[in-house]
């Protein structure tokens, strides 16, 4: 299926035809779980104190999230697409949330990244991969509020994960999706480690 696609959509040297890889969206529902470290000697600078007064002070804290993320694959091609997502916390015992928005790549393992559809004078050929797997990697700024024996913190980040996944399709138009990944952090005060599970909807724009 793969060969073919590449082969209609950069062979085939017909005028009126028009090919294209569909752009996705994917909608999920997860729990996202964010192990944060205080960084004592930035403590210590934004404090003014000593170094070893700080350093007592420097704690550990997790953030865990019922949390929900958007995904949209922008631009697709046989074995792999760039997208961007957001995530938003949706659901939290104890205040801590987790924002993030980023971009990043997804590579196809075993078929085409996306549904193809190729036109020429009003006959339509279109090849939807039932299964896909992909793994890849992204980046992004993040938010993350926490809590510490002593106070509610907050800490911005920068977040490089990676992540796979698989996308079972049921329709023409719709998948299901689940998507794990690990990600580290870097921020002002903290560094961080994450770990993400999602299962949503994905479905393919015309």
Request: glycine fraction near 12%; avoid cysteine; proline fraction near 1%.
């Given at each position: 299926m793969r060969i073919l696609a590449l082969i209609i959509a950069f062979i085939v040297p017909t005028a009126m035809a028009t090919s294209n890889y569909h752009q996705v969206?994917?909608?999920?529902?997860?729990?996202?779980?964010?192990?944060?470290?205080?960084?004592?000697?930035?403590?210590?600078?934004?404090?003014?104190s000593t170094e070893s007064n700080t350093a007592s002070e420097a704690q550990?804290?997790?953030a865990s999230v019922i949390s929900g993320d958007?995904?949209?694959?922008?631009?697709?091609?046989?074995?792999?697409?760039?997208?961007?997502?957001?995530v938003a916390p949706l659901l939290?015992?104890?205040?801590?949330?987790?924002?993030?928005?980023?971009?990043?790549?997804?590579?196809?393992?075993?078929?085409?990244?996306?549904m193809f559809?190729?036109?020429?004078?009003?006959?339509?050929?279109?090849?939807?991969?039932?299964?896909?797997?992909?793994?890849g990697p992204s980046a992004g700024i993040g938010f993350v509020v926490y809590?510490?024996?002593?106070?509610?913190?907050?800490?911005?980040?920068?977040?490089?994960?990676?992540?796979?996944?698989?996308?079972l399709n049921f329709k023409r138009d719709y998948g299901l999706r689940g998507e794990a990944g690990i990600s580290r952090g870097t921020g002002v005060s903290s560094s961080t480690i994450?770990?993400?599970?999602?299962?949503?909807?994905?479905?393919?724009l015309e």
């Open positions: 969206v994917t909608t999920s529902l997860g729990m996202v779980s964010v192990n944060i470290t205080e960084n004592a000697s930035t403590l210590s600078a934004a404090a003014g550990s804290a997790t958007v995904t949209y694959e922008f631009l697709n091609y046989a074995t792999k697409s760039y997208f961007i997502r957001a939290s015992s104890d205040g801590a949330g987790f924002f993030l928005g980023g971009l990043g790549m997804n590579f196809y393992m075993n078929s085409l990244s996306s559809t190729f036109s020429d004078a009003g006959t339509s050929l279109t090849m939807n991969p039932t299964m896909r797997f992909y793994w809590n510490t024996t002593t106070a509610k913190k907050s800490d911005l980040i920068f977040d490089i994960e990676l992540h796979g996944g698989g996308v994450g770990f993400k599970v999602f299962v949503g909807l994905s479905y393919y």
